[in-house]
């Protein structure tokens, strides 16, 4: 089984995972040079129409959608996975009074303060 992974905006808590995107440093990478791809929107629309600016991922199977970036652009950009987990995930393993299972903590890794949780921001990636 793989994992897509993509952006998370923590400031919008919005996501954008990017299709057959499954290496989380390719990503982490993406998000450091987020701010000049976000300045690739302007480029691309003083271009003439009949050149098309286009940033793949995803092995290149995929073109990033550049508008996100310039949405987002100042923000503070985090890499999540497909699941709603964060990378790098805490991971720790807990239990629920009252559960016979084991969860695992979807959370940033080293994250203060708060208690493990399975549960993550985004509605779509819990799957209760």
């Not at 954008?16 to 987020?34: C, F, G, H, K, Q």
């Not at 999540?80 to 964060?86: A, N």
């Not at 009074?97 to 969860?103: L, N, W």
């Not at 985004?122 to 209760?128: E, L, Q, V």
Request: with cysteine; charged share 30%.
């Amino acid at each position: 089984m793989s994992t897509d992974y993509g952006f998370c905006c923590l400031d919008c808590k919005d996501c954008y995972i990017v299709d057959d995107e499954r290496n989380p440093d390719t990503v982490a990478s993406l998000i450091m040079l987020a701010d000049k791809l976000a300045e690739l929107v302007v480029l691309d629309a003083a271009l003439p129409q009949a050149v098309d600016l286009q940033v793949s991922a995803g092995y290149g199977r995929t073109n990033l959608c550049l508008a996100w970036f310039a949405t987002h652009k100042g923000h503070k950009l985090e890499v999540i996975d497909e699941y709603g987990g964060f990378h790098p995930r805490c991971g720790k393993t807990y239990k629920v009074e009252g559960e016979k299972f084991t969860r695992y903590c979807k959370k940033k890794e080293n994250h203060d303060g708060e208690a493990c949780s399975d549960r993550s921001m985004f509605a779509w990636a819990n799957h209760d």
